[in-house]
């Protein structure tokens, strides 16, 4: 067997988003419930929150957690003060927050991409003539990766203070659920409702480098491991997979990660170490051996 787990904790109310982040060399673990609270692992304690469910965090270059919600607002929240947190209302409930190196952020709202510079609102995109539902920036900055419900995903330019369509689409198996750059950039990975998910290789103009298969139903949550050779997958069958991007059939499954509740978010603290989180209100810790 190539995993073994721990429960490390648990919310009172639904777990929806997680990521991991390392500050000083320790890793802290902060995870988002369904009644807006944000709590942080190793610290016990809660950063400030919001008013309804918690669809998506992740941690930027700054270290300011970036987390979006249903109240239709996006918070940062600096982790080195905790209480340091500016709150930006949305005209539309965002479903997704992507950051990215320069100060970027990008929010999937429904109906409308919303660009944020500094913890500031600098461009508002519409009409996009496809429903947005996940987005992910390149580290090497100047590019955003938006996946739709039309199953493509689309390529956009970050210039300035501005968003521009670039014109750029690459196919997907299913609606995008969710999608992430490897930490070097190399790869965007994309997962969608069709149970599978497709590794484009950047630097080949987004050339698909592979396809995933083995979840039995919809993919929700994707995230890259440090080493940027293997990427974890969660999904609506209670699976989680590890999958080694030059080679699709190298897989370690985890059935059952999280009984009668789908996997709602993944995060790595070191190369052999994936935390994830679930409806069950559990956060597990799983070392792993490729």
């Known amino acids: 067997k190539n995993y073994s787990s721990t429960i490390l904790s648990g919310h009172s109310k639904p777990i929806q988003s997680l990521t991991a982040h390392r500050n000083e060399g320790r890793p802290y673990i902060y995870s988002g419930s369904h009644d ?4 942080i692992l190793s610290g016990g304690w809660r950063l400030p929150g919001h008013s309804n469910l918690v669809a998506k965090m992740v941690v930027n270059k700054d270290g300011q957690l970036v987390t979006c919600s249903m109240d239709d607002t ?30 970027y952020a990008l929010a999937v709202c429904i ?7 500094d913890k500031k609102k600098c461009f508002t995109l519409e009409n996009l003539g496809f429903e947005p539902e996940s987005a992910a920036l390149h580290p ?10 039309d199953g493509m995903v689309h390529l956009f330019s970050i210039q300035g203070n501005t968003l521009k369509d670039d014109g750029k689409t690459m196919e997907a198996k ?10 070097d950039g190399a790869f965007l990975a994309v997962a969608d409702e069709k149970k599978v998910i497709t590794v484009f290789s950047v630097a080949d103009g987004y050339a698909v480098k592979n396809d995933f298969y083995g979840h039995h139903a919809k993919v929700v949550c994707l995230a890259w491991s440090p080493d940027n050779e293997h990427f ?31 996997v709602s978010g993944l995060a790595w603290l070191d190369e052999h170490t994936l935390v994830t989180v679930s409806h069950d209100a559990s956060v597990k810790q799983w070392t792993v051996k490729f």
């Not at 109906?111 to 510079?117: A, H, S």
């Not at 090497?140 to 419900?149: E, R, S, Y």
């Open 36 to 39: 807006g609270h944000i709590n």
């Open 74 to 103: 996006v918070r940062f929240t600096d982790l080195r003060r905790k209480d340091a947190s500016d709150l930006l209302k949305m005209d539309f409930q965002p479903k997704c927050i992507a950051v990215g190196p320069g100060g």
């Open 111 to 117: 109906g409308q991409l919303v660009l944020m510079k």
């Open 140 to 149: 090497g900055g100047g590019t955003a990766a938006v996946g739709g419900a």
């Open 174 to 183: 299913g609606p995008v659920t969710d999608m992430a750059y490897s930490n």
């Open 232 to 262: 974890a997958s969660g999904g609506m069958d209670m699976l989680v997979y590890l999958w080694a991007v030059s080679d699709p059939d190298r897989r370690v499954k985890i059935p059952d990660a999280h009984r009668l509740h789908h």
